[in-house]
Every structure is written in C-alpha cells, then in structure tokens.
C-alpha cells in the first residue's frame, strides 16, 4: 500500500470545508480576509489540544493556571512597548494598492499582484487593533484587544504569588485570544488576525533562567511528540544575536515542516525581568519578589516563557495526520486522517450494518452507552463502505459495526482506521477493548 504526505495547502483547506473542520468566515457575504471558523470538527480537534496543553501545563505543583481579561488598562501597553514599538514596516504597490511587509518583499522586482515596480517608502504599521471603551469617544477612552496574552500574567504575577503562596520557581498558565492587525496574513490558518495563544510565564531567581529554559525545552518537544506529531517534521531554530527580541537573553522556537516550508509553532524564551520591570517602572508598585529562603532578600524574578499558537498546532496536527493512500487507484485511494486518539475529533463511530429498525434500536443503545465515555457518533446514512470512508477522513481511530449477527452473538465487528483490519467483539467485553486501543 503506497502512502503520501499531504502535498499543497489547498487540498487541506478542501478536505476541512468538505468534512467540517474549518469554514470561511462570513462566507455566505463573501468571506473576510484570514479569518476563519472552527466547524464542529475542528473546534472539537481544537479544545482536545488545549485540553491536552491545560493538562500539560498545570497538573503539576509548580504551574497554575489564570484567564485574564482581553481588555485591559491602555497603560499595560505604554509598559510592554507595545503601543511605542510593535509595528512592521510596510510598503504599498503605487499601481494596486496592494500592501506588503518590507522585509518579505524585494522592491527591486515587480508587485506580484500587478507586475508595477513603483512601491512607497516603507512605514511603521502598528499591528495592534484600538477601540472605544465607555460612552465618550475620545483619546481617553482608547483600549486595545490584546495582542498577546503575556501582559495578563504580568501584571497578575504578585496577586497569583501571593494569593496560591507560591515559591519560586513557578509558573502562570493562560489560554487565550489575541488580535493583531498583520499586514500580510495566510497560509489558511498559519497567520490569522485573531487567534489563540497559550503561553506560560515560568518565574524563575535571576542567573537560573538558562537552566530553566534547558528543562522546558525538553518538556515542549516531548508534548508535541506525545499529541502525534513526527519528530522527523519537527525542527530547534534558535535565535541568533541578531535576531533576539529586545528584552531576550536567549529564545529558540520548535518548528514544524508545513506544506510552504518550516514555519515556527512555539517559542521558548527567557525575557529576563523586562516584563516586570517595566509594569514596576509604569504602575509605581512595587512588584519585587520577597525570597524568604535566601535571606528575605527582595528582587523581580526572571521569566522563562513558552508560547505555542493553538491554531499553528492545529495546523499542524491536520497537515501531519493527512495521508493519501494508494493515489490513483480508484478502487482503493482514501484519504485518512491519522491523528492520535487523543486528539482526534471522535473516537469512536457506531455504524448500523444497514438503516433498518431492528438494527437501529439496539445499536443506538450501544451508541449512547459508548458516548458517555467517549468522544462518538452514529452514523446511518449511505453504504458502509462510504461511511467507512467518511470517518477515515474525520479521523475516527475506530468504527464499531452493529450487523445482524450481533443480534444472535452480542459481538460487534470495530475496524481500525490506519490498518483497516476488522475484529470481531463482545459486546460484553467492548469497552476494555476501546480503552486497550484508544490507549486511556
């Protein structure tokens, strides 16, 4: 049996409209630039990778957890350098109008829309969104969305300290949306303007950071590896000098092999105490750490950060699980989602051999009895066969057909996805089954 990875985005974007992964936003009106839709599937593929994230991160001693407000006060921003700083510089073709990043673009060569080769002098674009907050409209009421989630863990660090009375090192974890005005958003739903970040701040004693970031390394890889990734699609691609942010003493990203080509999914850095000096410096509270193990001495913590882009490991997650088998065949080319039990949208399918009462009863009694544990669906519309394939391409680990000789042995047939290979079962004896091969 030949087998392909998934070749070009395009065929991904189809297979998630086709089978209700991920829609157009606003479709219907025409849509609205690189913004999408989780359908039921996908947001069913998404909370299982939070969920899988949230226990990672926080059923642990030193992690908790926090949801902090998207809005918040405008100076937060005025601190993180954010209102000053975070911008791209941008070029417009004079031609199209079309917009481009300066630093992914050669304006030596002709604007890819229209072929002119008269661009504008690059400016600062500032990617964060602004809106009104209260009933007077004016400078003074501006707020932001949030262009990470980061600040909220910030500015909570004492509260979180002293409330769960933690000790360093420790960790702040959040899930979370964040907005920012990109200027050449894509590749479906690799760069979108509004997306989810989850991100832990671990908090550390100034000259362990390094030690620090070595460990959570090791922590990261192994979770993508754990939730069905290849390692052989995953690559380091730490921050040279040039290339560290302002307030970094080190930062490496894990990458993953898309479609387009390597593109980073998380990063890993050590921000030294810029974050809390600066709210320190902008509030004029006092945010000093008080280490009483070390002689009550006080000073701001250094932060370790991870950050992984919920949607980017989504992404992902669909381009690695995407497999086209024996392609050309008509008889047996099938697309197959091989995603790991964990993650993947349903678990289990129950299948009635044929749509007639005498097997739909029974077998929707086995359904509701399999749901309570497991992420399932039933499914009686169209052959076997094309029901077969429809899960394939959901994802589904396994089918469990209810036929007619169940009736008389009160045993099912459950096919595997990935072999396709058929067994015959108890029904008694259905649900070690499911949990030896789910794996939970």
Aim: charged share 30%.
């Amino acid at each position: 049996m030949s087998e392909s990875n998934l070749k070009s985005m395009s065929d991904l974007v189809s297979l998630c409209k086709r089978r209700g992964f991920i829609f157009q936003s606003s479709e219907i009106y025409g849509g609205l630039g690189s913004c999408w839709d989780y359908a039921p599937y996908g947001i069913q593929l998404k909370n299982n990778v939070k969920e899988s994230w949230w226990k990672a991160m926080t059923f642990r001693e030193d992690v908790v957890g926090i949801d902090a407000s998207i809005f918040m006060h405008p100076m937060v921003w005025k601190a993180s350098g954010h209102v000053d700083g975070f911008s791209d510089p941008m070029v417009d073709c004079k031609s199209c109008k079309e917009r481009y990043r300066e630093d992914q673009i050669d304006t030596s060569k002709p604007c890819a829309k229209c072929g002119a080769t008269d661009f504008t002098e690059p400016r600062d674009f500032n990617l964060m969104f602004n809106t009104q907050m209260g009933a007077v409209t004016d400078s003074s009421s501006t707020v932001y969305l949030r262009p990470e989630t980061a600040q909220g863990i910030f500015v909570n660090f004492l509260n979180v300290q002293q409330t769960m009375r933690k000790k360093l090192p420790f960790g702040i974890a959040q899930i979370g949306k964040a907005f920012r005005n990109e200027i050449t958003p894509g590749n479906f739903i690799f760069r979108t303007r509004e997306f989810e970040q989850m991100e832990m701040q671990f908090f550390v004693k100034p000259g362990t950071q390094l030690d620090a970031m070595e460990k959570w390394k090791e922590v990261r890889w192994q979770w993508h590896i754990d939730n069905g990734l290849r390692a052989e699609k995953l690559r380091w691609e730490p921050h040279g000098p040039d290339s560290l942010a302002h307030y970094a003493d080190a930062a490496t990203d894990i990458e993953y092999e898309f479609p387009m080509g390597w593109g980073e999914m998380e990063g890993i850095h050590s921000r030294t105490d810029f974050d809390l000096k600066r709210h320190e410096e902008f509030s004029k509270k006092n945010l000093k750490y008080l280490d009483t193990e070390d002689g009550n001495k006080k000073y701001l913590p250094y932060v370790l950060e991870t950050s992984v882009g919920c949607d980017r490991a989504v992404l992902a997650l669909l381009c690695d699980a995407y497999r086209l088998e024996n392609e050309g065949d008509k008889e047996n080319e099938r697309v197959v989602m091989k995603f790991h039990p964990k993650i993947a949208p349903i678990k289990v399918a129950v299948l009635p051999l044929v749509k007639k009462e005498k097997l739909d009863t029974p077998a929707r009694k086995l359904f509701e009895t399999i749901q309570k544990n497991y992420q399932a669906e039933y499914d009686v519309a169209g052959s076997i066969g094309k029901r077969y394939r429809r899960q394939d391409e959901i994802g589904t680990p396994l089918c469990v057909t209810f036929d007619f000789d169940t009736l008389d042995d009160n045993a099912v047939t459950v096919r595997d996805r990935d072999t396709m290979t058929q067994e015959r079962v108890a029904i008694d004896q259905l649900d070690k089954y499911l949990r030896d091969k789910l794996g939970f």
